[in-house]
């Protein structure tokens, strides 16, 4: 089932998050699966750890060149008709791997596939989305973190029962992507060092007459953001700095520059607002639990 299949996962010190990815990853599938570690300067040892294993090659990026950069990097190393790209922090469920590839048959003008994805406490992360638009946006970006059932955000995160259905695109963390699709769009786009590259592929994709795809019937956990978790606050600016890129370049030219110009504005002024206005939600809610 999984001969055409390879599996990239972009490391930065992962830790032992990395050697659970690879475990879990021998019960996804019936077969052997080559994995590509595509390591943006890693000082843990984790990855050359992990590459004594048979069926794990490390490719080193020379330094942190950003998630998709790195992704592009690793896929081109592989010669497979469809890829995995994925975070290291990542738990497959039984199986998952094998029942993304049967979705793909399914699915034969799916560009990208992505699987249901847990947290640790077991909820479902809302990884299948609609792409932003302005309203949807601006919506969710000023109430999401406060009332996190506002109408905006609904309508962005298309919270409902797991069904598989098409999306406007889906959670990076963990995607199948068909290599025909990848390669005709260029790939993820490098200019984004890290956040938004997926929203973009999803779109391109999209342009491009292939598909997204949600496929519930695959399930995996993501334990967390441990290449990131020392320092939110610059996770948080990068975020943004991603968001207003991605924004940006939907609205082109003279003619909207004054919106562009609010735009940034108004993401520079959540980048800064947000933090603490979350950190003070999250305590109420723990006081409430």
């Known amino acids: 089932m999984t001969s055409d299949l390879a599996v990239v996962a972009v490391t930065y010190s992962p ?11 021998a019960a ?29 090659r490390l490719l080193r990026t020379g330094s942190n060149v950003g998630y998709g950069r790195a992704a592009n990097l690793g896929v081109a190393e592989t010669g497979t008709e469809f890829v995995v790209v994925c975070n290291p922090d990542v738990i497959w469920a039984p199986g998952a791997l094998d029942e993304l ?20 406490d077991g909820t479902v992360y809302p990884s ?28 962005y995160r298309r919270e409902q029962s ?4 098409t999306a ?16 005709s769009v260029g790939g993820f786009d490098p200019a984004y060092f890290m956040y938004f590259e997926d929203v973009d592929l999803g779109e391109r994709l999209a342009d491009a007459g292939w598909l997204n795809v949600y496929a519930p019937s695959a399930e995996i956990v993501h334990t967390g953001s441990h290449a ?11 975020h943004h700095r991603s968001a207003y890129r991605y924004l940006a370049g939907r609205y082109p030219g003279r003619y909207w520059a ?13 980048s800064r607002l947000a933090p603490p206005v979350i950190d003070w939600v999250d305590r109420r809610r723990g006081r409430n639990r």
Request: with cysteine; proline share 8%.
């Open 15 to 25: 830790g032992a998050a990395l050697t659970g990815f690879l475990d879990s990853l």
């Open 28 to 56: 996804a599938s019936a077969e052997p699966v080559q994995v590509v570690l595509a390591d943006n300067g890693s000082t843990d040892g984790a990855p050359e750890l992990a590459a004594e294993r048979p069926n794990v």
């Open 101 to 120: 590839r049967k979705v793909a048959e399914r699915w034969p003008r799916a560009g990208a596939i992505g699987p249901l994805i847990r947290a640790e």
């Open 128 to 155: 299948a989305r609609e792409l932003p638009s302005l309203v949807r946006g601006i919506g969710h970006a000023a109430l999401g973190s406060v009332w996190p059932g506002n109408p905006w955000t609904r309508a």
């Open 162 to 165: 797991p069904i598989e259905r």
């Open 168 to 183: 406007g695109w889906l959670s990076g963390s963990c995607l199948l992507l068909r290599r025909a699709a990848f390669d």
């Open 228 to 238: 990131t978790a020392h320092n939110k606050q610059a996770m948080f600016r990068e």
């Open 258 to 270: 004054p919106l562009r110009l609010a735009i940034r504005a108004g993401l520079l002024a959540r």
